[in-house]
């Protein structure tokens, strides 16, 4: 059983940065495809962006396209997501995912979830 705990979240103003952390309790982290997903007041989930196994690949949402980047560090069992150019959209509970068989912007393909950390863009 993966376990998944995200931090680095918080109060920034529009146009401003953020740095959200995925800390995985396995060593195996490696084994696994990593992604993000949020999830605003009143709307389902979405995805954020995804990166696969050896951190090679990448995909992102449009919607953040050009201002977030995903990235990993195996040998310290973490994942990042580096959000420039916040926007009040952008406000949202952030939640990492992982899986080993697959990657991409699909939530129901993801079988190891961390609990979320809160993201507030406002003036």
């Known amino acids: 059983q993966l376990q998944l705990v995200e931090s680095g979240g918080g109060l920034v103003r529009p146009g401003g940065s953020l740095r959200l952390s995925c800390a995985a309790s396995r060593s195996t982290f490696s084994t696994y495809a990593l992604a993000w997903f949020r999830q605003a007041p009143g709307k389902e989930r979405e995805f954020v962006a995804a990166i696969n196994w050896s951190g090679r690949s990448t995909n992102y949402a449009d919607s953040v396209k050009g201002r977030f980047t995903i990235s990993r560090d195996n040998a310290k069992n973490t994942m990042f997501l580096q959000m420039n150019s916040l926007k009040p959209e952008d406000t949202a509970v952030y939640s990492c995912?992982?899986?080993?068989?697959?990657?991409?912007?699909?939530?129901?393909?993801?079988?190891?979830w961390g609990q979320g950390t809160q993201v507030t863009v406002s003036s």
């Open positions: 995912a992982a899986d080993r068989a697959r990657w991409g912007v699909d939530a129901s393909w993801y079988d190891y």
